[in-house]
Each structure stands twice: as C-alpha cells, then as structure tokens.
C-alpha cells in the first residue's frame, strides 16, 4: 500500500515569506506526527495530532509555526516569515494508533520536505 | 527529560564484518519503547525494530540483533555480515508510555555506517 507522501519535496524560499509544507498519512492511520531535522539539532519532534484530540504542541520551536490537520488525514505545516534557521528536512510520520498503545505504535515516515531559506 | 546518546557518529567497515551501534537512553519512566531506525541516503526514515521496555528478551531478525539491557539502560544494534545496501544513518530513539507523552520519539544523534566492498 501507499506509504507517506509529503510535498514539496524540495522548497527554496526567501527569508520572510510563509510556506506550507503537506503531508498525507497512510490511510487509516490515526496519528500524524511532525519532526524537522538539522544539522545543529539532529531530528526534533514538532507536532503531534491524534484523532480529534487537541494537538501536542510542545516541539514548536516558535510562533511562527503552526500546523493543522483536517479531516483527520492530509496535514499541513506552515511556517510564518521563514528565517534562514528554518532551513531543515520536515520529516512527516503516521502510526495506526497513538498514546498508551502497546500495538502498533511504530511510526512510518514520510521521505520529507527539505526547505532552504535564502 | 528524556535523552538518548548515540556516541559513535560514523562507522566504517568491510563488507561481510559485523557492525554494533550503542545507544545509551535515560528517562525516569519505568515503561518504555526503544525503536532502531535506519535512513539511508535517499532521506526516509526506515523502520528497523522495536523493544518494550517490561521485556529484555534479546533476538535475532535476520542479520539484524539487539541488545537491550535494562540495568545499563543501553539498546545496542548489531548488523552481522554487512553489505554496502547496510550503509546508512542509524538511529535510536525512545518513546514513554505514558498517555499524555503521546507518542512523539526522542531520537539521538544518529550514526553513520559506512560499508565499504
């Protein structure tokens, strides 16, 4: 079956301006979830949806992160008035089951999206 | 808090010699996932394998093993025989299961095999 898909594979944009990066989880997953990866910082969790549960927020590095999730499936990452530090790989991934699940918790990942602030 | 140290950042081999990645984790949980995760250079994140905390039972999937000891807090990976496929980034990385910890992974920073022919 279909794995993660996320798009743009590749985004170059200028320092200020928004992008929103896309993921599509594997379907019938319940949980997404956001990482971004870098070479200071290695790869850090961002966001994780559950559900219709209220996200966990707690790896937004800034305000000017946000991400949503509609329908319980695509979601998008957005990044408000890029700085050159925001350039990194954001990793998506999807796992059937999230919270105190003992089965199937393994993540599966998307091949990301690798975005350069000029 | 909780870390995971992979304290080797690159490794390289000869094809056919086995490989050992060490990981070293510290959380206050006292259950817990540990997960091996392979990145070759294409960019996605593979999963490899996972560990349950409440079960220290070693084994053997293929050319891939693990090591976990708890008293040790350590998660070591073994790629016996290597191939030039193997070279990649490993890594390790933890999860609690604690409900409200969700289910995000704490990684550590990756080591890089190289397997040479």
């Known amino acids: 079956g279909a794995g993660v898909s996320q798009s743009p594979s590749n985004k170059v944009t200028e320092k200020g301006k928004d992008v929103e990066l896309r993921c599509d989880p594997i379907s019938g997953h319940t949980a997404l979830y956001w990482y971004r990866q870098s070479l200071g910082q290695g790869l850090e969790f961002l966001i994780y949806?559950?559900?219709?549960?209220?996200?966990?927020k707690s790896g937004l590095p800034s305000d000017r992160f946000s991400a949503e999730r509609t329908g319980g499936s695509v979601s998008t990452l957005t990044i408000q008035r890029t700085q050159q530090e925001d350039s990194a790989v954001y990793l998506c991934?999807?796992?059937?089951?999230?919270?105190?699940?003992?089965?199937?918790?393994?993540?599966?990942f998307g091949p990301g999206t690798r975005l350069t602030v000029l | 808090a909780q870390k995971v140290t992979q304290a080797q950042t690159e490794i390289s081999v000869v094809e056919k010699e086995d490989v050992t990645l060490d990981c070293v984790y510290e959380t206050r949980d006292t259950t817990y996932y540990l997960f091996w995760y392979k990145q070759p250079p294409s960019g996605e994140l593979v999963f490899l394998i996972r560990?349950?905390?409440?079960?220290?039972q070693n084994e053997i999937s293929g050319r891939y093993s693990w090591n976990f000891q708890k008293s040790t807090s350590s998660f070591n990976f073994t790629i016996t025989a290597s191939q030039v496929v193997d070279s990649a980034v490993y890594f390790c990385a933890l999860r609690p299961d604690i409900k409200a910890a969700g289910n995000k992974l704490t990684f550590g920073g990756g080591t890089r095999v190289l397997v040479k022919p």
């Open positions: 991934a999807s796992s059937l089951a999230g919270g105190r699940s003992r089965a199937n918790n393994e993540q599966f």
């Open positions: 949806f559950q559900g219709n549960s209220a996200p966990d």
């Open positions: 560990r349950n905390s409440f079960d220290e």
